[in-house]
């Protein structure tokens, strides 16, 4: 009876045994699905991957393959979520679509609404992501595309970062990604460590800023690294004694978060140190309480480090070991300036534009020897679609408004090149190249043609 009794309980001994052992395999397995989260290298033996990227207004554009399908993301260390514009173009991409929730970022309006869809897979050569989630705006809103002169479906940030080391090169536009299995810093004396604090997924670093010649204490704060800012600095109002409202600003329209229309006041700090490195007069923006009522809820964060920074290092972004090494590069020196025109242009499609095209007459005329003594030349205008730009908005009493400008008009011509000829980005430039100097604008508005010049006129 006794040996009976034993082999029960040793029966039930291995049973519970071996759910055990189960469950710990179950819980093993959890765990490893959950490592292998966001973008990893299909094989585990490769060292690293280069991906070229886009650089425009100061934010780096680079191809996914999602569910077989290429799309454009901004590379944004902003953002903790994959986040899709355009749904209603990309409603046959993505798997799985489920419930609805709220989004709230910057800006001065509600949340918006998204679809939160599972089990994506996303692609970049030796990189992949599965199971990977992906949050779609109902109502676009942001025109993206227009603002970028190039199709952005979205942004993509925390998980293309996570489990790699980035080395991000402006000037050669180009991100190594690097498996942190085979990876060792070089040794270099002329580059910068700094630690990173990741909260809710967001990295921050802490640097010192200079307000101005007359508050010329240094002043430690606290910045989210934000790769798709494209500005060079946003400081919170208040959220510290030492940051009120800046001496010389302007009011300007700094974008459009996903909480709607960023508003801000536009100045210029007397110097701002990162590590050992000191940067001169940047340009900066501060924000009010309405418009980062969401960014607040971390209250040590006192504002970002946008791309107008970031380009003028190369930059090693290291989740992994929660840091961040710079080494600057050659616009290291290069100034800052705001678009000093009061025109905010975005790229309007195509237009159909008369093209001059000089060919050769079937006439000639020939001496009584039989040589050709002239060809005559005939012009023809021969019509195609170029790329057109407009004006989105423009500030009252800037040097564009005050010459008349308006929202809606067509630019054709700056300076005498034709706009179908120039980027986006070099239209943009022109706008900050250097104070005082002269713009002549072709415009097109209805079907009116006119011309218009002003002078740029730095306003801080």
Known sequence: MKNRTFKIEYKRTLTRTRWIFALLLIISSLHNVAAQSGFHFFNSNEKYQDVKFKLVNNLMIIPLQINDRELNFILDTGVNKTIVF?????????????????????????????????????????????????????????????KMGITVHGVIGYEMFKNLILRINYKTKKIRFFNPKHFKYDKCRKCETLPLTLYKNKPYVDIHVTLSDSLNSKIPVKMLVDSGGSDALWLFEHSKNEIGEPQKYFEDFLGVGLSGVIMGKRSRLKEIKIGRFKIPRPTVSFLDTISTKDARRYVDRNGSIGGNILKRFKVWIDYPNRKMVLKKNGSFTSGFEYNMSGIDVVYSGELLIPIKELSVSDKYDIDKGGNVQSISLVTNYVYKFKPSFSVYDVVENSPAYIAGVRKGDIILKINDTPTYKMSLNAIQGKFQSKNNKLIRLTLQRGYDRFKVEFRLKKRI
């Open 86 to 146: 355009n749904s209603a173009q990309l409603d046959s991409v993505f798997y799985q679509q489920e419930e609805v929730m709220h989004l709230r970022g910057l800006g001065q309006g509600k949340p918006v609404d998204a679809i939160i869809s599972d089990g994506n897979r996303f692609r970049l050569d030796k990189l992949k992501s599965d199971q990977h989630k992906v949050f779609i705006i109902l109502k676009d809103e942001f025109d993206l595309s227009k």
